[in-house]
């Protein structure tokens, strides 16, 4: 894919991960349009990233929103070619708590957010890349989802979120393999503990734990591997229909 049609619609791409891979694709060229429910975060992420950048705010758990901000970011961009969905919400919490049992509001949210959300952002990029005209062996569009690596190894407490996050692994083989005949590859990334606002209120010491927790590095990830693994995904057309964990051999526990 060359530079000239990289145009790519960003979920949760005012902050963390989802502005770490915007950052790093506007600094090859590309257009980008970033999708957030924070209007003043993605104010902030344009004017950081520059003219090649433009925002639409929109709750990724509303199809109609998210359709409507997908029709929009394609228009900012003058088309689509690059999806990366980065919405999402820890949601962590026992499911019989200090507090009484888990509400299933709680549980339907996490869902409605991190696996809904990811469902509707690739419908809806598909759609537009549907339509791309291109060359003899070349992608009509590439999407990518954030998994994690509490998809396959939940802790305690994570019964919403792995849910969710399982859900998003689960769905990507049926995605990419539907979506072939289109030449639109769909791929996945399951972070381990990488340093974002996701963990902004967790103490020292658990974050310490959390770090020596991987093997090698015994640190918690950056945003920009994870923008950098993106774009190795974006480069390589072999890559499709399977998730890659990034989480420097952590297992959780």
Do not use: W
């Not at 791409?13 to 999708?35: D, E, I, M, N, T």
């Not at 919403?160 to 399982?166: E, L, Q, R, V």
């Amino acid at each position: 894919m060359t530079v000239a049609t990289m145009k790519a619609a960003i979920s949760g791409g005012a902050s963390g991960l989802g502005f770490a891979v915007a950052h790093y694709l506007v600094q090859r060229g590309a257009k980008v349009c970033l999708l957030d429910i924070n209007a003043e975060q993605g104010a902030e992420a344009v004017a950081q990233l520059g003219a090649h950048a433009s925002f639409v705010r929109c709750d990724i758990s509303d199809a109609i929103q998210v359709d409507a901000a997908v029709d929009q970011a394609a228009q900012n961009l003058g088309g689509l070619t690059i999806g990366v969905s980065c919405a999402g919400i820890l949601g962590n919490g026992r499911v019989l708590g200090k507090k009484g049992p888990m509400e299933a509001s709680f549980f339907q949210r996490v869902i409605n957010i991190n696996l809904v959300g990811a469902f509707l952002f690739s419908k809806a990029c598909a759609r537009h890349m549907s339509t791309n005209t291109v060359s003899e062996g070349q992608d009509r569009g590439v999407i990518i989802h954030t998994a994690s690596i509490a998809a396959f190894e939940g802790q305690l407490g994570q019964a919403a979120y792995s849910a969710s996050k399982a859900g998003v692994v689960g769905m990507l083989l049926p995605l990419a393999r539907e979506f072939a005949a289109l030449k639109i590859r769909v791929m996945a990334i399951a972070p381990g503990m990488f340093d974002t606002q996701m963990l902004v209120n967790v103490s020292d010491e658990i974050r310490a734990q959390l770090a020596a927790a991987a093997p090698y590095p015994p640190r918690f990830g950056k945003p920009e591997e994870f923008a950098s693994l993106c774009g190795h995904i974006i480069d390589n057309q072999m890559f499709n229909g399977t998730v890659l964990r990034l989480d420097g051999a952590a297992r959780l526990q």
